[in-house]
Protein backbone atom coordinates (compact mmCIF):
# COMPACT_ATOMS: atom_id res chain seq x y z
CA UNK A 1 0.00 0.00 0.00
CA UNK A 2 1.09 3.59 0.30
CA UNK A 3 2.53 3.29 3.56
CA UNK A 4 4.59 0.87 2.36
CA UNK A 5 5.78 3.69 -0.22
CA UNK A 6 6.61 6.23 2.21
CA UNK A 7 8.84 3.55 4.24
CA UNK A 8 10.23 3.06 0.92
CA UNK A 9 11.01 6.74 0.50
CA UNK A 10 12.01 6.66 4.41
CA UNK A 11 14.94 4.43 4.01
CA UNK A 12 16.19 6.25 0.59
CA UNK A 13 16.35 9.42 2.50
CA UNK A 14 17.87 7.67 5.67
CA UNK A 15 20.95 6.11 3.37
CA UNK A 16 21.01 9.51 0.73
CA UNK A 17 21.56 11.64 4.35
CA UNK A 18 24.44 9.21 6.00
CA UNK A 19 25.77 9.19 2.30
CA UNK A 20 26.22 13.23 2.42
CA UNK A 21 27.85 13.25 5.72
CA UNK A 22 30.68 11.61 3.48
CA UNK A 23 30.35 13.67 0.39
CA UNK A 24 29.11 16.76 2.49
CA UNK A 25 30.94 19.69 4.03
CA UNK A 26 30.92 18.51 7.54
CA UNK A 27 29.93 21.66 9.07
CA UNK A 28 27.30 22.13 6.68
CA UNK A 29 25.69 18.64 8.02
CA UNK A 30 26.71 19.46 11.80
CA UNK A 31 24.85 23.22 11.04
CA UNK A 32 21.62 21.10 9.16
CA UNK A 33 21.40 17.84 10.01
CA UNK A 34 22.37 18.27 14.15
CA UNK A 35 19.42 19.17 16.50
CA UNK A 36 20.55 20.37 20.20
CA UNK A 37 19.80 23.03 22.40
CA UNK A 38 22.06 25.97 20.98
CA UNK A 39 20.62 25.04 17.22
CA UNK A 40 17.62 25.78 18.53
CA UNK A 41 18.42 28.52 20.39
CA UNK A 42 19.99 29.63 16.99
CA UNK A 43 16.74 29.49 15.01
CA UNK A 44 17.49 26.13 13.25
CA UNK A 45 14.19 24.68 14.33
CA UNK A 46 14.31 22.25 11.23
CA UNK A 47 16.81 20.00 13.06
CA UNK A 48 14.39 18.53 15.09
CA UNK A 49 13.46 16.72 11.78
CA UNK A 50 16.33 16.74 10.02
CA UNK A 51 18.82 14.76 12.73
CA UNK A 52 15.76 11.87 12.84
CA UNK A 53 17.23 10.82 9.32
CA UNK A 54 20.70 11.72 10.03
CA UNK A 55 23.34 8.64 10.53
CA UNK A 56 26.99 9.50 10.51
CA UNK A 57 27.93 5.60 11.41
CA UNK A 58 27.03 2.59 9.19
CA UNK A 59 26.25 0.35 12.26
CA UNK A 60 23.28 3.12 13.42
CA UNK A 61 21.91 3.60 9.67
CA UNK A 62 21.44 0.01 9.60
CA UNK A 63 19.86 -0.58 12.90
CA UNK A 64 17.60 1.72 12.25
CA UNK A 65 16.50 0.63 8.73
CA UNK A 66 16.07 -2.71 10.12
CA UNK A 67 13.75 -1.67 13.06
CA UNK A 68 12.04 0.35 10.44
CA UNK A 69 11.60 -2.54 8.29
CA UNK A 70 10.63 -4.33 10.88
CA UNK A 71 8.24 -2.65 12.74
CA UNK A 72 7.34 0.40 9.94
CA UNK A 73 6.63 -3.07 7.81
CA UNK A 74 3.84 -3.97 9.93
CA UNK A 75 1.97 -1.02 10.87
CA UNK A 76 2.32 0.25 6.89
CA UNK A 77 0.38 -2.62 5.88
CA UNK A 78 -2.45 -1.76 9.45
CA UNK A 79 -2.67 1.88 9.52
CA UNK A 80 -4.15 4.42 6.84
CA UNK A 81 -1.47 5.83 4.42
CA UNK A 82 -2.02 9.36 6.29
CA UNK A 83 -1.91 7.89 9.70
CA UNK A 84 1.28 6.30 9.34
CA UNK A 85 2.73 9.15 7.74
CA UNK A 86 1.15 11.12 11.10
CA UNK A 87 2.55 8.88 13.28
CA UNK A 88 6.43 8.81 11.45
CA UNK A 89 6.50 12.52 11.70
CA UNK A 90 5.42 12.79 15.25
CA UNK A 91 7.75 9.69 16.21
CA UNK A 92 10.47 11.86 14.49
CA UNK A 93 9.43 15.26 16.59
CA UNK A 94 8.99 13.70 20.04
CA UNK A 95 11.85 11.29 19.90
CA UNK A 96 14.12 14.63 18.33
CA UNK A 97 12.68 17.20 21.14
CA UNK A 98 12.86 14.92 24.02
CA UNK A 99 17.23 14.11 22.59
CA UNK A 100 17.28 18.12 22.87
CA UNK A 101 15.73 18.61 26.43
CA UNK A 102 17.27 15.50 27.70
CA UNK A 103 21.05 17.17 26.45
CA UNK A 104 19.65 20.86 27.43
CA UNK A 105 19.26 19.55 31.40
CA UNK A 106 22.46 17.45 31.46
CA UNK A 107 23.96 21.16 31.14
CA UNK A 108 21.91 22.75 33.38
CA UNK A 109 23.77 23.01 37.28
CA UNK A 110 22.64 21.02 40.07
CA UNK A 111 20.99 22.37 42.76
CA UNK A 112 21.77 22.50 46.37
CA UNK A 113 20.77 20.01 48.46
Same mark, same amino acid.
Given at each position: ???????????????????????? &? #????? /??? *??? &? /?????? +??? *??? *??? %??? %??????????????? %??????? +???? /???? #?????????????? %??????? +?? &?????
Amino acid at each position: GDGGNILVALCAVLIAVSLSWHVL &P #EGFMV /RHF *TAS &P /RALAQG +RVW *TLL *TST %VSH %VHAHHLLANLLALSQ %VGSHLAL +RIPC /RAFA #ELVLAGALASSTAS %VLWSWCE +RQ &PSAPS
